[in-house]
């Protein structure tokens, strides 16, 4: 019912930005909890970001907390992470997913999210 594009990775140097978006089709994206997960070279699929549907409520893996931001513009069906300070082992893809209970964000490696992006390769070099 739901299909995610990713946009706006790429390759650039540490300490560089990138945004990333994610549009989403349908009607009832308020509805949504929306967020980001990504996979790097040889890891297990990791959750780097949430947000409500509202956006009213944000939550961060440690790692990124302070660098990258999670925003929601509702009337543009799109969900974006900002990425500031990027470091070599944020090098991944980031996949975008979607999911009508914010609660399922917290299942182990997003194996409880109904709605997933393709994903988008943000490669960071030293």
């Known amino acids: 019912q739901v299909q995610l594009v990713e946009s706006g990775g790429g390759l650039v140097q540490a300490g560089d930005s990138l945004r990333l978006s994610c549009v989403a089709s349908?009607?009832?994206?308020?509805?949504?909890?929306m967020g980001w997960f990504r996979q790097a070279p040889g890891k297990e699929r990791e959750f780097v970001a949430a947000?409500?549907?509202?956006?009213?409520?944000?939550d961060y893996a440690p790692s990124v907390k302070g660098r990258l931001t999670i925003s929601r513009d509702n009337a543009k069906n799109t969900v974006y992470l900002q990425m500031d300070s990027l470091k070599p082992e944020d090098t991944a893809v980031y996949y975008c997913?979607?999911?009508?209970?914010?609660?399922?964000?917290?299942?182990?490696?997003?194996?409880?999210?109904?709605?997933w992006g393709k994903g988008t390769l943000v490669t960071v070099s030293s």
């Open positions: 997913a979607a999911d009508s209970a914010f609660s399922r964000f917290y299942v182990p490696k997003g194996g409880g999210l109904n709605y």
């Open positions: 349908g009607r009832t994206f308020s509805s949504y909890a």
């Open positions: 947000i409500t549907g509202s956006g009213g409520h944000t």
